[in-house]
Each structure stands twice: as C-alpha cells, then as structure tokens.
C-alpha cells in the first residue's frame, strides 16, 4: 500500500509573502492597465483574489503599493538583462533579444515605467527612489557594455564613460519599445540591435 508523504503547511509567514506578492503581482497588472491614478486598491484586491482588508495588512496605502511595486519591477528587468547576458560571448545581441521580448511579450511593463516615472518625477519623496531604481538597470547595461568592449576598436571605448553609455543605450531601449508598442510595422525587431551595434562595436 502506498501513502503519500505527508504535505508540510506553510508558515504563517510563507502565507504572508506569498499574498504580499500576489498583491505585487496584481498592482503590476493594474497599474499599467489602468494607470496608477485610475486604479484602486479594491482592483488591485480583486485581481490578487484577496480582500481589501487583507491588501491593507501589507500596504497601508496605494501610494506604499505603488512603491512596493516599484521596488520589484525594475529589478525584475535588471535580473532579466543579468541572465540573458550571463556567459554569452556576444551580449550585444543577448541584450538586444531580451530587449525584443519584452517589447512584445510584456508591454505592459513599458506602460508601468512610464506611469512610475509620470507619478515619481512630481513627487520629492518618490522621485529619489525611482531614480535609484533606474540606476541599478543603467548598472546592468554597463556591465554588458563592458563585456561588449573586446569587440570594439580602442577609439570606440574612449568615446564615452560607460555609465553616460548605458544611459543612452538605456534610453535607446525606452524610446524604441515605446514606438514598437504602439506601432509594431515602424520599429522592426532588430533595430535596437542594429543600434547597439553602432554605440558599442564600432
């Protein structure tokens, strides 16, 4: 006869982090379907399938959910740009690919950052954190760029530092999914590699 083991309950903090990030998970989604302003808590509740008193358990507020959100979104990209470049011998492509992907698979995430940073920018408190948030994407691409570096001539890699690098290529990727997003035909997927190529192996 054959028992199967028994199942361990969780925690209650197990319990805890896991509707704290279905909440997270949820306010992503509705933020950037909706817009941090158009949005409620009772939306975001809904869509986490809990209630609105277990939302306020965690967050006191939407502007402490919006932030929470902030502090997970973007080092989800960072990470994301981290493994797709890690142990590659061409990261200018690597970076480009992921670049792509998200563009087409996770929108969303665009429509997010350009709500995260309408909201930060007119806020003393937020802006600071939204920028440090930024800083740490602008440091991934640095550290591709870096690894880029090899493929370059030595004029190349004194024309810029490679923070001021990042930022523009950073940049590059914002404007060039934000134009993909709305209209897919004027942006083709490999622009953003063809761009990348021009500021990091000439």
């Not at 998970?25 to 869509?47: I, K, M, P, T």
């Amino acid at each position: 006869m054959h028992y199967d083991a028994p199942v361990t309950p969780r925690t209650q903090a197990q319990r805890r982090e896991s509707t704290r990030a279905k909440l997270l998970d949820a306010a992503l989604e509705v933020f950037a379907e909706r817009g941090f302003h158009a949005a409620s808590v009772d939306q975001v509740a809904r869509a986490a399938g809990v209630s609105t008193g277990a939302l306020y358990k965690h967050f006191d507020s939407k502007a402490a959910l919006f932030l929470g959100v902030l502090h997970e979104a973007i080092p989800r990209w960072v990470d994301s740009y981290a493994k797709a470049i890690e142990g590659t011998n061409n990261p200018v492509k690597a970076m480009a690919g992921q670049w792509a992907w998200l563009a087409d698979n996770l929108p969303q995430g665009w429509l997010l950052l350009l709500d995260m940073w309408a909201v930060a920018v007119r806020d003393d408190d937020l802006r600071p954190q939204f920028a440090q948030r930024y800083d740490e994407l602008r440091a991934a691409v640095a550290r591709a760029s870096k690894q880029a570096a090899d493929a370059r001539s030595a004029k190349a890699r004194r024309r810029l530092p490679a923070d001021q690098l990042a930022t523009l290529v950073v940049a590059l990727g914002d404007g060039l999914a934000i134009q993909r997003i709305a209209d897919p035909g004027a942006v083709p997927a490999d622009l953003f590699a063809k761009a990348l190529r021009l500021l990091l192996e000439e």
